[in-house]
């Protein structure tokens, strides 16, 4: 188990933050029952993400992706933002300068009652019309896959594949907040995937004092200032 004085330290640390950026990625959600992608099982181990996670992918069968997405979708919908997600929302009330960016897109950062959620790889709830390019929030059950839009095109997921430009300006402002923040928190990330994970040298390099939260580690622990091993939704609250 961790040794508290590291959580002490750390919570020292976040004390004397004036701004704080955040990152997460699966992780945060593993407690409110959404498995991650590269741990335990995650969705990577069962399926192949080039055919699932990509345009071509989509191209080639979309109504394999559109599976897969639904069965997440309905995962999702059940799931219920953990003490880690609230933690985070408690945290953003108590220091004047707050970023939260996520590579998360099933919406439980905005359901805990965190603001202005920074979303890197977009949002599950979100769907977009191939032909006429319309957005829309729909939470609704698909029951035709692929879904298609009153246009009479195909929807897909407003969701950033590999191979796929971030939203635009994101990334820039996420590198910014970090960059200019006091503490950084990397929170339930394997930081394997880019340029999400490309962060945290960011910080490193901007001598930003870097808190990772994981049960394992990553590429980076062993650079960061704080590598506190466990899950999330014990070591957020915690830190408070
Ligand atoms: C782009 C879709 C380029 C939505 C996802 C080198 C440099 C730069 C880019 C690349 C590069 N090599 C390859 C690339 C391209 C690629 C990439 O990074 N590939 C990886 C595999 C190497 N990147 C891209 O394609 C990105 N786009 O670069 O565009 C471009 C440039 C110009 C012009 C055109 C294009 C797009 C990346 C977005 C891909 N989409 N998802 C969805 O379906 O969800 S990424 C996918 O992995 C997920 O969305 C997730 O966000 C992401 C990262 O995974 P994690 O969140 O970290 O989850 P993971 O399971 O991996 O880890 C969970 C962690 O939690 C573990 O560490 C575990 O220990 C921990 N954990 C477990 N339980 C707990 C816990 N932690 C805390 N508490 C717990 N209880
Ligand atoms: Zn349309």
């Not at 950084?184 to 995937?193: E, I, M, Q």
Request: aromatic share 8%.
């Amino acid at each position: 188990m961790l040794v508290t004085t590291q959580i002490q330290q750390a919570r020292k640390v976040l004390l004397h933050a004036r701004s704080i950026a955040v990152l997460t990625g699966a992780g945060v959600s593993a407690e409110s029952g959404i498995p991650t992608f590269r741990t335990n099982g995650g969705y990577w181990q069962t399926h192949r993400f080039e055919d699932l996670a990509t345009p071509e992918g989509f191209a080639r069968n979309p109504k394999l992706v559109w599976e897969f997405y639904e069965e997440r979708r309905r995962a999702m919908a059940a799931a219920k933002p953990n003490a880690g997600h609230l933690a985070l929302v408690e945290l953003e009330k108590r220091v004047r300068t707050f970023t939260l960016v996520t590579q998360n897109i099933d919406g439980l950062h905005d359901a805990a009652g965190s603001r202005n959620v920074n979303k890197l790889h977009g949002d599950i709830w979100i769907v977009r019309c191939l032909d006429c390019g319309k957005e829309r929030e729909d939470r609704t059950k698909f029951e035709i896959l692929p879904p298609k839009c009153e246009c009479g095109g195909m929807l897909r997921p407003a969701v950033v594949w590999f191979g796929e430009m971030l939203p635009e300006g994101s990334i820039e402002r996420a590198t910014g907040a970090v960059a200019r923040a006091d503490v950084f928190l990397v929170v339930g990330t394997s930081a394997r995937v880019f340029p999400a994970a490309g962060l945290i040298p960011i910080a490193i390099a901007a001598k930003v004092k870097v808190i990772e939260i994981n049960p394992e580690v990553t590429d980076f622990s062993s650079e960061v200032d704080f590598m506190l091993k466990g899950p999330s939704a014990e070591i957020l609250p915690a830190l408070l």
